[in-house]
C-alpha cells in the first residue's frame, strides 16, 4: 500500500512565493515517477510539472515553467514544488501524484498515474 500525502499550501500575495512537498509512504522500496497537478474550481485538473525517478529530467507545463523548481529526495521519499512569482491564475488545489513506471509520453495525463494525495489548496491574492 502506498500513500501519498502534500503539504505546505497556504494564501500568498501575488509575487510571493510557496513550497510544496509531498511524501510518499508504505512501499517505498520502489522508486516513482511524481508529477503535480492542480484543480481550480470548475475546470479540470491539468498537469503542472514532473520528474523522473532519479530526479535527473524535469518536466513543466508552458503556464509555470521558469516559475515553478520540481525536485526529489529519493533519501526521505520526498517531493517539491517550488512556486515563484506566483500569480491569482495559480490558486488551485495541488495534487500530488506517484506513477510505478519511468517516463512516458504520457506523462501529463492524470491517468497515467498510480498514487494520488489529497490535495493541498494554494490561494494567490491580486
Known amino acids: 500500500q502506498v500513500q501519498v500525502g502534500e503539504s505546505g499550501g497556504g494564501l500568498v500575495q501575488a509575487g510571493g512565493s510557496l513550497s510544496l512537498s509531498c511524501a510518499v509512504s508504505?512501499?517505498?522500496?520502489?522508486?516513482?515517477?511524481m508529477g503535480w497537478f492542480r484543480q481550480a474550481p470548475g475546470k479540470v485538473r491539468e498537469f503542472v510539472a514532473a520528474?523522473?525517478?532519479?530526479?535527473?529530467?524535469?518536466y513543466y507545463a508552458d503556464s509555470v515553467k521558469i516559475r515553478f523548481t520540481i525536485s526529489r529526495d529519493n533519501a526521505k521519499n520526498t517531493a517539491y514544488l517550488q512556486m515563484n512569482n506566483l500569480k491569482p491564475e495559480d490558486t488551485a488545489l495541488y495534487y500530488c501524484a506517484a506513477k510505478r513506471t519511468d517516463w512516458s509520453s504520457s506523462y501529463t495525463k492524470a491517468p497515467q498515474y498510480d498514487y494520488w494525495g489529497q490535495g493541498t489548496q494554494v490561494t494567490v491574492s491580486s
Open positions: 508504505g512501499r517505498t522500496d520502489s522508486r516513482y515517477f
Open positions: 520528474i523522473s525517478v532519479t530526479g535527473d529530467n524535469t
